[in-house]
Structures are given as structure tokens and as C-alpha cells.
């Protein structure tokens, strides 16, 4: 009850312009090694493999740590829900392709071979309380993660969307500034 007012709390906050980011340099591949830390007995007891294949070279992030963390958290708990057994989940970092380097945007992923999102749900998941209709997952949700994520990452100045997995699945991206270098 506690995590579903903090929630709404920080929805509100984040629809309003009133949060304040709290931006730091960050490292992607030490936010998702927190995540895969925090997530992997979820995981193990529901039998998907997840990991990271962030290489150490993609530049330090300028965001809110925790908020972009929660982001992860969401996005990589929601893709264990719905992956089956033997599954995967798989947490993906990478320069934005063909942007400018005046423009550059890292994006991140959240990769899996669940069941995928239908092409009607790919925009309305991430308003409050949209789910699939019809789709269980193996735990049950509140319908605001998403909302979450989209505000917190448009608050950062990125922009998050999904896409089909060819492997079947879905992949979660979104896009975070770099820290600026001068």
C-alpha cells in the first residue's frame, strides 16, 4: 500500500513539473547490475534468466539515479511477470543510432521472449492503470509502473517506447541524456 502511494505521489509530482531531479553522473551498467541484484530471486523463482550486456564503454548518464533505477526496476520486474519459464530478460545499453553528436541520447533496454504487446497496447500501457486486457501475469500489478516510467523518463528529456522482439517478445526502449563533456 506503502509503494502504491509513493507511486501516485510521484505520478502527480511528475505530471505537475514539481519533482525535482536530483541529476548526477550515473553509470548504466552499475544501475543494472543494482536491478538484476535487487530482481534475480524473482527471476530464479520464476525460472528466467536474467542479465546485463551493458558494455563499459557507453558514457555516464545525467539523471536522477533513483528515479532511472525505479525505471529499470519496473520495466525488468513487468518483463519477468510476463516471460514464461526459460525464458529471457536481458538489460541492453547503447548509443542512440544515426542521432548527432550535438543530439547524442543513450538508449536503453529491457529485452525479453515473453508473449509481446499487441500494436494497439504499445502507446496506452504507459497511461495509468492500462494493462492488457485478458493477460495475467504471474503476480499481479498496480497499472502506474509504466505511467512511472514514461514521466520519469520524458522528465529527463528522453522518450520511451516498445517495440516487437524478433525473437519473439517485446523490447522496452528509452533514451537518457550523456553527461555532457567540456
Known amino acids: ?9 510521484d505520478i502527480s509530482k511528475l505530471e505537475h513539473g514539481t519533482m525535482i531531479l536530483e541529476r ?16 534475480q530471486p524473482i527471476a530464479q523463482e520464476m525460472e528466467v534468466h536474467l542479465t546485463s ?17 525505479r525505471v529499470l526496476l519496473n520495466l525488468v520486474d513487468n ?23 550535438e543530439t ?19 502507446t496506452i500501457l504507459f497511461d495509468r492503470y492500462q494493462q492488457i486486457k485478458g493477460r495475467k501475469g504471474r503476480r499481479r500489478g498496480t497499472g502506474l509502473g509504466l505511467a512511472f516510467c514514461r514521466l520519469a523518463v520524458e522528465a529527463h528529456g528522453g522518450r520511451i517506447w516498445i517495440e516487437d ?9 528509452f533514451t537518457l541524456p550523456p553527461l555532457a563533456i567540456d
Open 165 to 173: 522482439n524478433p525473437d519473439g517478445g517485446s523490447i522496452f526502449n
Open 104 to 122: 547524442q541520447l543513450i538508449r536503453l533496454q529491457v529485452i525479453d521472449t515473453g508473449a509481446g504487446i499487441p500494436d494497439e497496447y504499445k
Open 53 to 69: 550486456n551493458i558494455k563499459s564503454d557507453i558514457p555516464p548518464l545525467d539523471i536522477d539515479a533513483e528515479k532511472i533505477e
Open 79 to 101: 518483463a519477468i511477470k510476463f516471460t514464461p519459464a526459460d525464458g529471457k530478460v536481458t538489460i541492453h545499453a547503447s548509443p542512440e543510432p544515426n542521432a548527432s553528436p
Open 1 to 9: 500500500l506503502l509503494n502504491l502511494v509513493k507511486s501516485l505521489l
Open 24 to 39: 548526477e553522473a550515473a553509470n548504466a551498467h552499475h544501475l543494472a547490475q543494482s536491478v538484476i541484484k535487487e530482481l
